[in-house]
């Protein structure tokens, strides 16, 4: 029933390492998003895929490589991890355009890079 | 000028107080705006949305000033479980390609 599910919940690994957040939605929605919330709480948009074509590309370090295999998919590849990258990482659905811009999330990846 | 900014808090109101707080943005361009409540280490999820010159539902009520170019949420008889994050939420347009611009929120803690 879960509309917006990430795995994992929490991740914890070590700097140099390379890991992968998956998101999926079940909502028919074609417009999918990775946003980023430091510990300072502030939630920042990172990309956005629309109909699995990305269409909004933060100034993200090239690290980051989202990659959409289908409208219902949004995973995110982590490269050579840097302390910095420690946060909340939200998953969030919405179906663009018209006067509906209501965002799904899904419940979060904990990133704890040591 | 920050895109979209909220007074941080936080705020500390007793049970059935009536409280407010301001959200203002600066892409006067903007036609719809939204209000996200986030609890502690759980996600955003929709308040409520904006779109002319305010919303009510229930105890919950959000204006627009398009002028002075701010939203308020306002909310009546607060109750404990009131107590979050409120996020004020700005999309620069209608566009897919449109960046959706989050405020870094307004804590609020309702105490018995």
């Known amino acids: 029933d879960t509309a917006v599910s990430q795995t994992p919940k929490y991740l914890v690994t070590q700097m140099g390492n390379d890991k992968s957040i998956k998101c999926e939605q079940n909502?028919?929605?074609?417009?999918m998003y990775w946003y980023k919330q430091d510990s300072k709480k502030f939630l920042k948009i990172m990309f956005s895929?629309?109909?699995?074509?990305?269409?909004i590309n933060e100034t993200v370090p090239n690290r980051f490589s989202p990659k959409s295999p289908d409208k219902a998919h949004l995973n995110l590849h982590i490269n050579s991890l840097e302390l910095g990258d420690s946060a909340v990482y939200f998953c969030a659905s919405s179906q663009a355009g018209g006067d509906s811009y209501e965002q799904y999330f899904g419940p979060g990846t904990r990133l704890t890079v040591t | 000028r920050k895109e979209v900014e909220q007074d941080p808090g936080p705020f500390n109101v007793p049970e059935g107080a009536t409280v407010a707080f301001n959200c203002t943005y600066s892409?006067?361009?903007?036609?719809?705006f939204f209000w996200y409540r986030q609890d502690c280490r759980k996600e955003p999820k929709l308040l409520m949305s904006?779109?002319?010159s305010g919303n009510e539902d229930g105890r919950f009520t959000a204006q627009l000033n398009r002028a002075s170019q701010y939203i308020s949420l306002l909310i009546r008889d607060s109750k404990l479980s009131d107590s979050a994050t409120y996020l004020c939420v700005v999309p620069e347009g209608y566009s897919s390609a449109s960046k959706i611009i989050f405020g870094s929120g307004t804590r609020l803690s309702i105490r018995p």
């Open positions: 904006v779109y002319s």
């Open positions: 909502l028919g929605h074609d417009t």
């Open positions: 892409n006067s361009a903007s036609q719809s």
């Open positions: 895929y629309n109909n699995k074509e990305l269409i």
